[in-house]
């Protein structure tokens, strides 16, 4: 496996739940990022925290909201979303956000929303 | 703003065949580039980069990827595909400080 690790790796809410992702990695990297896949869409980057420090948003919707609490764990709290944002979620890590190293791949959360 | 374009959405080759999987980038300054592969219900897995250096990058798997300059191009090939290399090939690229900017990704297949 690549070492990060993502929980639940399937997830079904309504639309007024509240719920978490979670994502840790074991690899002693600074950098942790978080991306949506849809079917027949690129691969989104959403949002970057290198050093513990957030350094990206990629124009995302406040129902989703990051916590970075340390650079092995990062979570993505979700309220009130919508259908179309049913994807499969990944986590991803670096050793730093340089952009000269590999990120590396949580094996996703498959979102459903109802 | 970077971008990256896989022009196929589908390549079959028979096993044993070479294979290439194409990807043409456009940023403003010096490259970065990446291939991952993803497998069914997995995450994305690292193949090789390009940072600097010798233009032909060998990666995991038995893989390679060629960066021309001129032709802004970083197409990955293998000399003998196997049926396991049947999977979606994402090329990615960024510059300087920008974030990462992944392909919609190339479904290989490779028939027995």
């Known amino acids: 496996e690549t070492g990060v690790t993502q929980t639940p790796r399937h997830l079904v809410m309504g639309m007024t739940n509240k719920k978490s992702l979670k994502c840790e990695q074991h690899?002693?990297?600074?950098?942790m990022y978080w991306y949506k896949q849809s079917a027949k869409k690129p691969l989104e980057l959403m949002f970057v925290?290198?050093?513990?420090?957030?350094?990206e948003n990629n124009s995302v919707p406040s129902r989703f909201s990051p916590e970075c609490p340390n650079s092995s764990h990062l979570f993505l709290h979700l309220h009130t979303l919508q259908p179309e944002d049913s994807a499969l979620y990944l986590c991803?890590?670096?050793?730093?956000?340089?952009?000269?190293?590999?990120?590396?791949f949580g094996p996703g959360t498959r979102l459903t929303v109802t | 703003a970077q971008s990256v374009a896989q022009p196929e959405d589908q390549v079959n080759v028979a096993e044993g065949n070479p294979l290439t999987v194409k990807c043409t980038y456009s940023?403003?300054?010096?490259?970065?580039l990446f291939w991952y592969v993803q497998y069914p219900n997995r995450g994305l897995q690292f193949l090789l980069k390009?940072?600097?250096?010798?233009?032909l990058v060998k990666g995991s798997y038995g893989f390679e990827a060629e960066f021309n300059k001129s032709q802004t191009s970083f197409h990955l090939k293998k000399p003998s595909a196997l049926v396991s290399d049947s999977a979606l090939y994402f090329c990615?690229?960024?510059?300087?400080?920008?974030?990462?900017?992944f392909g919609k990704g190339t479904r290989l297949s490779v028939i027995a």
């Open positions: 991803a890590s670096s050793r730093d956000g340089t952009g000269i190293y590999e990120q590396y």
């Open positions: 690899l002693g990297h600074n950098a």
């Open positions: 925290y290198n050093f513990k420090e957030q350094t």
């Open positions: 940023v403003s300054g010096n490259p970065y």
């Open positions: 390009y940072i600097t250096g010798d233009n």
């Open positions: 990615a690229v960024r510059d300087g400080n920008t974030p990462l900017v």
